[in-house]
């Protein structure tokens, strides 16, 4: 990753990504082998006011290690430190940004998913203070790519390295722009005039039909479409994910009846799952099968009861950098963003007026799933339309071959 590039990258994920303030302190957390580009990401937070900056590692391998090599007993046990650091992170307000580009994609390809969906229960329950404030958007926060040798090789093919996938997220991430943050405040602003559009519909539940999919999405009153930036109680607005191209909402999980095909391939627990198939009846799934990954699928569903229903539904046109480049990146948070998805675990708050304050017994009395994981799953596809249905009954066509309609 060359200079220019290094320091665009900089820029856009302080000035859009984050939004840093003056004084803020802030934690990075990436693989090892993007520390040349955290530390880059620190030296533009402290030249923008930052107080304090954190840099964290994450380590598939040694994850691995742990499932393979723990005694049985201390799989279920996360040290006290992480959750305080967690309560004291939310507390404090720290700003949250996370590059995901892995040094070993594979690290956890074939792993016992029993003990390793164990490992990640308890992690994400040590986790909770921080995992909330940033589903209740009450810390700014900001996940983005970040190429690495290892994954270029994965989806492009053997010998190839970090620059050639660099080459391919540039103009995902809009970094090839001339002012690459005003770019993606421009295109927050399109994103947000879609949600607000699809919020005067008042629509109560979405329709997803096409091959291997007949899925009825039923959506709460309190449902609210969101897209592109967010905003803190502060004012401070922050993009949680760049690249996006998504339309969400939370919708009243338990409702949702019929079937869907999962249309790309998505990595849970570390393992790839693909050729999927959910069916759900009353809001949950009681099927689940997969060509690929059928394993790790069910270890996943038996995280909580929440992982079997829903907290997010998403549209997106397909008709963005994302989709145009027709690759797979074997990564949910890109490949997300070429397709229409769901999520299976917890609800966003913003996604679901009024309920910033609630506790779970009165989330759940509405229909807002509450779970310890969330994870994306595409149904999209030229081939799924997509049509809203309103408090009236009347059908309006949303998505017709990948691409709005409305």
Request: negative net charge.
């Amino acid at each position: 990753m060359d200079k220019q590039l290094t320091s665009a990258y900089a820029s856009l994920a302080l000035d859009a990504g984050i939004g840093l303030r003056e004084g803020a302190k802030l934690r990075v957390t990436g693989a090892p082998s993007n520390r040349e580009l955290m530390y880059a990401i620190a030296e533009g937070a402290y030249e923008r006011g930052a107080s304090l900056v954190r840099l964290e590692y994450d380590d598939d391998r040694l994850a691995r290690i742990r499932v393979d090599s723990s005694r049985d007993r201390y799989l279920d046990e996360e040290s006290l430190l992480l959750r305080r650091s967690s309560e004291v992170y939310a507390e404090e307000g720290w700003s949250l940004l996370c590059l995901l580009g892995d040094e070993d994609p594979d690290a956890l390809e074939g792993a016992d998913q029993p003990r390793l969906a164990r490992m990640r229960r308890a992690r994400s329950s040590a986790s909770e203070a921080i995992r909330l404030a940033q589903m209740a958007s009450r810390v700014p926060w900001c996940v983005m790519p970040a190429a690495t040798d290892a994954w270029a090789a994965k989806i492009l093919g053997p010998g190839a390295r970090g620059d050639d996938l660099w080459k391919l997220l540039a103009p995902i991430l809009r970094l090839d722009r001339p002012d690459p943050a005003a770019e993606l405040r421009a295109h927050m602003g399109e994103l947000d005039a879609r949600s607000r559009g699809l919020n005067e519909l008042r629509l109560r539940e979405l329709r997803f039909r096409g091959p291997g999919t007949d899925l009825r999405v039923p959506l709460a009153p309190e449902s609210r479409w969101m897209g592109g930036a967010d905003v803190t109680p502060s004012g401070q607005i922050f993009m949680p994910n760049l690249p996006t191209e998504e339309t969400f909402a939370t919708p009243d999980f338990r409702g949702t009846e019929g079937h869907a095909a999962l249309t790309r391939p998505v990595r849970i627990l570390g393992s790839l799952v693909s050729g999927g198939y959910l069916r759900f009846e009353a809001g949950r799934v009681v099927e689940a099968r997969a060509e690929r990954g059928a394993a790790t699928l069910e270890s996943y569903l038996g995280t909580d009861e929440g992982a079997r229903r829903l907290g997010e539904v998403a549209l997106v046109d397909s008709a963005n950098p994302i989709g145009k480049s027709g690759m797979v990146f074997d990564s949910p948070l890109i490949d997300e963003n070429a397709a229409c998805h769901i999520a299976l675990g917890c609800g966003y708050e913003g996604g679901f007026e009024g309920s910033l304050g609630w506790n779970d017994g009165e989330k759940a009395a509405h229909g807002f799933n509450v779970s310890l994981v969330h994870e994306d799953l595409m149904i999209g596809s030229p081939d799924i339309d997509v049509t809203g249905v309103d408090g009236s009954g009347r059908e309006i066509a949303l998505l017709r071959k990948g691409s709005f309609v409305v």
